[in-house]
């Protein structure tokens, strides 16, 4: 199955050079699920959502998203105490997770904003319970959870999700294979090991499209999976084009 992780677009401060490239890549590419995990917009602006909505009409494949930091009011406290996430239940979806199940993936995407914190996130404990009870049950299937924070720190960068070592730790003895993050707007791939044998794959997704990056570039993932065996390709912008800058292959069967 072929699934696009995409995060932190930034509409109202995107390059809008880059979507058209982005597009016709996907057109190439013919995915069956696209994962976005949050900072769609800047502002939480009105205009910023709508310019958003026209952008997910033109996606060639069903989309499973949830809200980054960006996508609640900033400076309007009123709003970002009271309701926050009125606007990204307005224009995008009245709930803030997302899920996707089939005999080969089992994809479950959560919130991790809270209007509390400016740049931080966290899972709270029902957000947390969520999580194991809908992993719980998988059977064969190659497990993805998403959510906007990072889960590690890179020198310089914002700090990971609050209670990151909390849930390292059930990511070391959980069923889950693949976690999408975005956040920081710098590519990376990290392996954490299970206690059980085996590993989980911590997907830091770069920004899609915004003209602010930490790694000065725009990109996205492909993910190939065939069963519990799959290749995370890390495809980048350059020269009006998306191609291929590295490919990882990662079996999950052990």
């Not at 904003?113 to 190659?142: C, M, W």
């Not at 954490?192 to 920004?207: E, Q």
Request: charged content about 20%.
């Amino acid at each position: 199955m072929r699934i696009i992780h995409i995060s932190d677009l930034h509409f109202g401060m995107h390059n809008p050079a880059i979507i058209e490239p982005f597009l016709e890549d996907l057109a190439l590419l013919k995915p069956e699920q696209i994962i976005i995990s949050g900072d769609v917009t800047q502002r939480a602006l009105q205009e910023q959502y709508e310019q958003l909505q026209l952008f997910l009409k033109r996606l060639p494949a069903p989309f499973l998203i949830v809200p980054g930091n960006h996508d609640i009011p900033l400076y309007d406290p009123f709003s970002r105490l009271f309701h926050p996430f009125k606007r990204y239940k307005h224009y995008i979806s009245p709930q803030l997770e997302a899920s996707f199940s089939n005999e080969e993936v089992n994809i479950l995407g959560v919130n991790s904003v809270t209007p509390y914190k400016i740049k931080d996130g966290t899972l709270d404990e029902q957000t947390f319970n969520r999580i194991k009870k809908h992993f719980s049950a998988t059977t064969g299937q190659l497990n993805i959870l998403f959510f906007h924070h990072n889960l590690n720190y890179f020198s310089g960068m914002h700090h990971p999700l609050n209670d990151a070592p909390e849930f390292i730790n059930y990511l070391e003895n959980s069923p889950i294979h693949i976690v999408c993050t975005g956040h920081l707007h710098y590519a990376n791939i990290k392996l954490i090991s299970k206690k059980s044998g085996g590993s989980c794959a911590i997907l830091h997704a770069g920004s899609l499209c915004c003209q602010r990056s930490k790694d000065n570039l725009n990109s996205f993932y492909l993910i190939d999976s065939n069963n519990l065996k799959c290749t995370i390709d890390w495809r980048v912008f350059n020269n009006d084009i998306f191609s291929s800058r590295q490919l990882n292959s990662f079996d999950f069967t052990t």
